[in-house]
T-cell receptor, first 117, second 113 residues
Framework: GAVVSQHPSRVICKSGTSVKIECRSL??????MFWYRQFPKKSLMLMAT?????????EQGVEKDKFLINHASLTLSTLTVTSAHPEDSSFYIC?????????????FGPGTRLTVL | AQSVTQLDSQVPVFEEAPVELRCNYS??????LFWYVQYPNQGLQLLLK??????LVKGINGFEAEFNKSQTSFHLRKPSVHISDTAEYFC???????????FGSGTRLLVRP
């Protein structure tokens, strides 16, 4: 149980285009989903917290107009990288949880490798 | 504010040898501690977690960790490693006051034959 999927697993796009990444909880309803960014050989940086039906909460320094997050249902959150540039190339990972307490486990997706040419 | 320190960026070890990956945290409130493993180009998998109770926590794949409040540590151990344990390991902390996971910088475990 507690499986989280991401689609696509890998995407290559041209500079200036927009890319949408989907995060789905397959066998549970996720009250909260998180989006992380991971640079090569680096740790995970939390970008934003997403709750179903409400606006995402972005971490300091993350451009909300650049990284659009929509949490349309209890099983789906999307991250859209708008007008992507090479510096947006990274590994994006989502996670989902059933609660908003510190002890609630986050279940991670397999990640999406974005390469912007 | 909470923070996590993983002092060792890489730990090389021979197969079947024991290993310890170090993790220290700082927090002014009660914490919950986690160890995750990440294989290349994959997401994170939970190895084990400490929420409360016994300070010795056993996880998957033969790993265990000990919560030491006085030393603010949560070191990960395995008595005998396998080649397949080669991966990146992340220590993370959350707390009662915040559900956000704060990750350490990661330790790459490199198991050699």
């Amino acid at each position: 149980g507690a499986v989280v999927s991401q689609h696509p697993s890998r995407v290559i796009c041209k500079s200036g285009t927009s890319v949408k990444i989907e995060c789905r909880s397959l066998d549970f309803q996720a009250t909260t989903m998180f989006w992380y960014r991971q640079f090569p050989k680096k740790s995970l940086m939390l970008m934003a917290t997403s709750n179903e039906g409400s606006k995402a909460t972005y971490e300091q320094g993350v451009e909300k107009d650049k990284f659009l997050i929509n949490h349309a249902s209890l099983t789906l959150s999307t991250l859209t990288v708008t007008s992507a540039h090479p510096e947006d190339s990274s590994f994006y990972i989502c996670s989902a949880t059933t609660g908003t307490r510190g002890f609630n486990e986050q279940f991670f997706g397999p990640g999406t490798r974005l390469t912007v040419l | 504010a909470q923070s996590v320190t993983q002092l060792d960026s890489q730990v090389p070890v021979f197969e079947e040898a024991p290993v310890e990956l170090r993790c220290n945290y700082s927090s002014s409130v009660s914490v919950y501690l986690f160890w995750y493993v990440q294989y290349p180009n994959q997401g994170l998998q939970l190895l084990l977690k400490y929420l409360s109770g016994s300070t010795l926590v056993k996880g998957i794949n033969g790993f265990e960790a000990e919560f030491n409040k006085s030393q603010t540590s949560f070191h990960l151990r395995k008595p005998s490693v396998h080649i397949s344990d080669t991966a990146e390991y992340f220590c993370a902390v959350s707390g009662e006051s915040s559900y956000k996971l704060i990750f350490g910088s990661g330790t790459r475990l490199l198991v050699r034959p």
